[in-house]
């Protein structure tokens, strides 16, 4: 067996059952702590930090479930000092401390690539309407990412990224630092059921209520379905649009359901759901899409160029034009209309997935830091 290894995990938010990112940290972290001595550095972590309050900041980080943390020197000193291994999971003020003291210490710095400029870029249109459409362009994204490259990325011993779309992006940004591609995989829990029980046309779909999620389009594709009054839509989620979304689906025929849910009802819900939709416009692999496809259950994606997710799709049939209601209606119609063929499906999505567990990330994970690590023995 390998050396027990000391892992100093650097992320904002610890314990934030939020964004995507902070999600994947806490899973690893507690899976780390198996053979590891593993010590979370964020607000709420084993070495606990105080929160950041910035302009603007705290609304854009509060719609991705987020809290910036104030950096301690001191503290993350102590336990910089004795690892190992630094593991930074964001670029922002906390990630840049760290990596700077990690590098003056001499500890070898795996990062992980888990935010794009166009999340930052849309949480600022609640806030700043104005500033993020002079700022929300593609060549300003584009902008964004070769100054974190160049800033942030290629400043660490080695990178881990979730997709193969995330790391074209980084290369495409002039990323030079080895990097691997890992997926956030799904934890074990996410299985379908032996037998699915009898119940309504269920469409699925889960993620902060945010802009780039395009709940909004899932919405008006079930309300222009040939089939809406059999259609059950479940928006699983929470965040600053839940009022105008709920607003919008006021009056769909077949019934919708808002709100958070607990990791035991939205595992219900992968397993008893008909369809998944993911209209999301901005990911870089889609956790939520991955844990549905765990559970059995079929999904369509947006075949948006700044989404890893389409990786998942089984065939055309399970993709959509980004922005299109009317091809995603055309889809959740066809999908109705056909549910021998989608039940069909259950396997293949299975089969599709079958590599994706968490085990087998928390491995990838564990045979890279021993590779860093062996840099400062």
């Not at 922005?323 to 889809?331: F, I, M, P, Y």
Request: some cysteine; overall charge neutral; charged content about 25%.
């Amino acid at each position: 067996m390998a050396r027990r290894l000391k892992i100093a995990f650097v992320v904002d938010s610890a314990r934030s059952a939020g964004a995507g990112g902070l999600v994947a940290a806490e899973r690893v972290i507690d899976s780390l702590r198996i053979d590891h001595d593993v010590t979370s550095i964020g607000v709420g972590g084993d070495v606990p930090l105080p929160a950041l309050s910035l302009p603007f900041g705290d609304e854009v980080a509060a719609s991705n479930s987020f809290i910036f943390a104030r950096p301690d020197i001191d503290l993350m000193f102590r336990a910089f000092d004795v690892a190992d291994v630094v593991h930074v999971q964001l670029p922002f003020f906390l990630g840049y401390r760290a990596l700077a003291l990690a590098e003056e210490l001499r500890v070898p710095v795996v990062a992980g690539h888990h935010v794009q400029p166009e999340n930052v870029l849309r949480g600022l249109s609640l806030v700043a309407p104005r500033l993020a459409g002079t700022l929300g362009s593609p060549i300003i994204a584009r902008a964004l990412n070769r100054v974190m490259t160049q800033t942030f990325y290629n400043r660490a011993t080695a990178l881990i990224c979730p997709s193969q779309f995330s790391l074209d992006e980084l290369r495409a940004s002039g990323l030079t630092r080895p990097a691997e591609i890992i997926s956030n995989g799904a934890p074990a829990q996410f299985a379908p059921l032996s037998s699915r029980p009898p119940g309504p046309f269920t469409v699925l779909t889960v993620g902060r209520l945010v802009p780039e999620k395009r709940h909004d389009l899932v919405i008006e594709a079930v309300r222009r379905s040939k089939y809406a009054a059999s259609l059950r839509l479940v928006i699983a989620g929470r965040g600053p649009l839940r009022e105008r979304l709920e607003a919008q689906a006021r009056g769909l025929p077949g019934g919708v359901e808002f709100g958070f849910k607990s990791d035991d009802e939205l595992l219900r819900l992968y397993q008893t759901a008909d369809l998944y939709v993911h209209a999301s416009e901005v990911e870089l692999e889609g956790m939520a899409v991955l844990e549905a496809m765990r559970c059995g259950c079929p999904a369509v994606t947006s075949d948006s160029g700044s989404s890893a997710t389409k990786q998942f799709a089984l065939d055309a049939a399970h993709v959509f034009r980004t922005g299109d209601v009317q091809a995603l209606t055309a889809r959740l119609d066809d999908w109705f209309e056909n549910p021998a063929r989608l039940a069909q499906r259950r396997q293949k999505t299975l089969t599709a997935v079958k590599d994706y567990g968490l085990e087998n990330t928390v491995a990838a994970y564990q045979r890279l830091y021993e590779r860093v690590a062996s840099r400062r023995c």
